[in-house]
Nanobody, 124 residues
Framework: QVQLVESGGGLVQAGGSLRLSCAAS????????MGWFRQAPGKEREFVAA????????VYADSVKGRFTISRDNGKNTVFLQMNSLKPEDTAAYYC?????????????????WGQGTQVTVSA
């Protein structure tokens, strides 16, 4: 079992930056692919970014490509999401998730474990 705890959310002005962290429990963190999703009020949870177990492959939603960067530190059981040039439409609760799969990482149903989320609010 993997438990995930997100942190780093907050209120930021448009154009600003935030760095989200997701700390994982368990000794098998390095075997999981990790993803970030987000959910705005009244909307479905959507894919943001994902990274394979060794960091060799990363994939991003078109809406964040070039602005967000996903990374991981397997020694610290942590995955990060660096968010730059934030826009008001990035406002959402952000969730990290762990997947035992190596592909199709943009799909929610590929993930086995989810965190509780951290709120990101971008003001205009």
């Amino acid at each position: 079992q993997v438990q995930l705890v997100e942190s780093g959310g907050g209120l930021v002005q448009a154009g600003g930056s935030l760095r989200l962290s997701c700390a994982a429990s368990g000794r098998t963190f390095s075997s999981y692919s990790m993803g970030w999703f987000r959910q705005a009020p009244g909307k479905e949870r959507e894919f943001v970014a994902a990274i394979t177990w060794n960091g060799a492959y990363k994939v991003y939603a078109d809406s964040v490509k070039g602005r967000f960067t996903i990374s991981r530190d397997n020694g610290k059981n942590t995955v990060f999401l660096q968010m730059n040039s934030l826009k008001p439409e990035d406002t959402a609760a952000y969730y990290c998730a762990a997947s035992s799969r190596r592909y199709d990482l943009t799909y929610r149903d590929q993930y086995n474990y989810w965190g509780q989320g951290t709120q990101v609010t971008v003001s205009a």
